[in-house]
């Protein structure tokens, strides 16, 4: 019998999924690890105690993958129904009790979690490795489907690939991943390469389009990605950045500023109204994942560097 109980938060969006996974392990003496206690909802928090209480647990300790309004916020009021301990990473300006030892050991009964520094999505990202039942809970760098937001200026691409490849590298023996939105993956491994060849194909694509032709975000966005989901432009465009930024940093790619003003729709692609995409609720929560307060109001023009 596994020790980890899944309670999904009632907050179904574009960037949730199906809602944000709350995790509630059997730590042992009658204790309860929560991972990611999620955003403030009442019924949500109560599904949490219940699911403690039910097990015979009291939960005694909080951790936090990230400060992202999806699954930090309830940290503070279930910690004050249940006088539990909050951690989080030591970047984080989450209200916590405790900063985790990166690297180290987060220990809760009987278990002892790696702690593992996890930069990329944010860079005051932990993911947790419990070795017992091979368990990786990765937050937002691994999700049960589909793919991560990595957008400046709260995420960066090339830390977000490391962290992708220690999980790989320094992990052999996880058999699940418990992510922070979307299904549990029965196969790690499988999981780790499929979103490591992702992040390579995305980019070579890039660079293929820029062989033929130097263009901006939004001439990138609709060349890669086509016309079909105009509501999708913004979040691809905040993906394209990234990878921009850091080959520009690695000297491949070249931006040049456009002298001219952006028209409508290209400041509608670079800086759209994030209410009017997602609705009032969920604007917060799409405003920090793909980073809405970097206002990008130059318009630039990128190019494959002749070095490369
Ligand atoms: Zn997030």
Redesign the pocket.
Known sequence: MSRIALVRAPNPSAMTLTGTNSYVIDAGNNEALVIDPGPVIDRHLNALLANASERGLNISTIAVT?G?P??APAAAPLAARTGATVWVHPNSAVQHDRTFELEGELRVGTLALRVIDAPG??FEHVALYEPGEGALFTG?VILGEGTVVVAPPGGAMRPYQRTLLRLRDEFPNAARIYG?HGPIVEDARAKIDEYIEHRKLREAELLKVLARESMTIPQLVIAIYGTQRPILWPAMARQLLAYLLALSEEGIVNARALERPMTEQENTILNPSWESIVGAEHAPVIA??LGAMLKLDTLYEYALSSRA
Do not use: N, Q, S
Request: charged share 30%.
């Open positions: 990230h992202h999806d699954h999505h944010t937002d922070g920090a994942e």
